[in-house]
């Protein structure tokens, strides 16, 4: 068995969730997609309990590289390392003093990222997971997640589209969460040596524990669910079109941005790597072609709103 | 001015050198390189003193991106984060007590990286680094550098004669300097999460200060002397070998581990960031077309004699 059976009620309908949203994410994907690029792997964590299946779509008609990854993991506290960056997150939770050595973790969530072959169908970035950690008197959990976009060139009225629905989805819990969570992810996708962010944002939280786990529970459900009305639009509205070898030079020069921020900031990519997690996919995130420069001069396109809004983030809606 | 002026007279000669050294390079490269594709960037710090001078050749008929950089920076200790990283590297030279408040420093270097367009032509890097820290009664000092290569393809016979330059030339100074830099540059140039080495090495030293500045400079002026006559060999003899797409795909997914290990690993990189360091500059050593695929099945070539050679280092001598 791949997947950890989860330990606890929630584990078991979080699971559930992202079973289902890869399944119907992967079947809308397939309604459109070359069924050839289409492979699903499933792994296994060495040495360690459970693991996950990555579906990926490579070398696609409409998706240069794309994966819709579920886990389901479980273990104990092995190493220093281990130990210590787990505090570091429980001091987040006010839990810093929590006795690791006896304790045990549960973790499963769903983790999407395509970028697409057509320059004008933006990249996009879903993840939304829960975390349980679990000692003999106590049981500290939290839920995290988001989604958000990376445009090449600027769809103002799909971008402001894809703001609306996922602003809908956090609404239906509680109306303070959007613009909360809109902020959150302006800041957290942002690279400091190019002052730039990643993309034009969307939503980010994380350590979410406040409230009950059914509540956030309804709002990941909420959030990812309205995952393909959201960026569908995208791809029905660009797949046809026309683009240039100067468009594709421009959309892999800003996949640099991507590589990046994945590279050096991303605090998933760091937890992976840090925790000996599957390398395929830590960096199933990154793009398949990419493109440093030294000299813009040599690219001819330069999107200039599309910097603009990456150098100081919109309010879309 | 954009270099700035050494305060002292190793500092001087160190610059000498490495002024030198990227004349001497691109001059050699200009003799077969097309001049269109060769660029000289001449830049100063904001807010800083000194800079640099960037000659580059992007797009070429042998350089997909290559870049010959020498820099000479000075300055004061402005911020705590500069300060504790300074402090963090002058513990290696057991001056963890220096009062950095009141102290200036000055750097000097040459930074070399070349992606060339055939497979067949390894990519090369090679650095060479002076640095003075002067408080009112103690100046420190140290020097750094290496040259090691990143083939995709091996030509065994002219990767040995690399290294056999390479040990010539620090054998010129101490005979107990080859073995052991070629094992540092093994165990620097290591990604732990590939569990693979960048490329098949070289020599790597730092922080070198127990002989004189003169035993250093001729070291340093040694091994960058020999940077043409080990590495030209390839460019001659792979520079007509033919080669297809498939060649190129294996060529550029594996410029990925280049770029993971110099986002996630590399000192210099993250001394550059940390210190608000030019940009362009830190990042010249990215190569300019990259890949990364989830499934490696789509790559046509394994080159399993290389996969082999990073897995564990050999000995080439």
């Known amino acids: 068995m791949s997947l950890a059976k989860p330990p606890s009620n929630m584990g078991h309908s979080m699971l559930d969730f992202v079973r289902d949203l890869q399944t119907t994410i992967c079947d809308s994907f397939l309604s459109f997609e070359n069924k ?33 990854n579920i886990s389901s993991i479980e273990g104990s506290f092995q190493s220093d390392t281990e130990k210590a960056m787990f505090l570091n997150l429980l001091s987040q939770l006010n839990h810093s003093t929590f006795d690791l050595d006896h304790a045990t973790y549960f973790a499963t969530g769903i983790s999407l990222v395509c970028h697409p072959i057509n320059p004008f169908i933006p990249t996009v970035h879903m993840n939304y997971r829960y975390f349980e950690i679990q000692s003999s008197d106590t049981t500290i959990w939290w839920f995290g997640g988001g989604c958000d976009l990376t445009p090449y060139f600027l769809d103002t009225t799909l971008i402001t589209q894809f703001h609306s629905y996922l602003k809908l989805a956090c609404d239906c819990l509680d109306r303070s969460y959007y613009p909360h969570f809109k902020d959150a992810c302006d ?17 980010f939280f994380d350590y979410l524990q406040s409230n009950t786990q059914t509540h956030y529970l309804d709002l990941v ?40 921020f994945n590279l050096l900031h991303d605090r998933g990519t760091k937890f992976g790597l840090q925790t000996n997690g599957r390398i395929e996919s830590i960096f199933m995130s990154l793009p398949k072609h990419v493109l440093w420069t030294y000299n813009e001069d040599l690219l001819t396109i330069h999107h200039l709103d599309l910097l603009e809004v990456i150098k100081s983030p919109k309010c879309w809606l």
């Open 187 to 203: 800041s957290y996708f942002f690279l400091p040596h190019r002052n730039e962010h990643r993309g034009i944002g969307g939503i």
């Open 36 to 68: 050839n690029a289409f492979f699903s792997d499933t792994w296994t964590r060495p040495h360690h309990s459970g693991g996950g299946i990555s579906c990926i779509f490579e070398d696609g008609s409409i998706f240069e590289k794309a994966g819709i």
């Open 221 to 260: 459900k909420s959030c990812g669910s309205t995952f393909l009305e959201s960026y569908l639009p995208f791809i029905d509205a660009h797949k046809n079109t026309p683009f240039t070898h100067d468009h594709t030079q421009w959309q892999q020069y800003r996949r640099g941005r991507y590589v990046e």
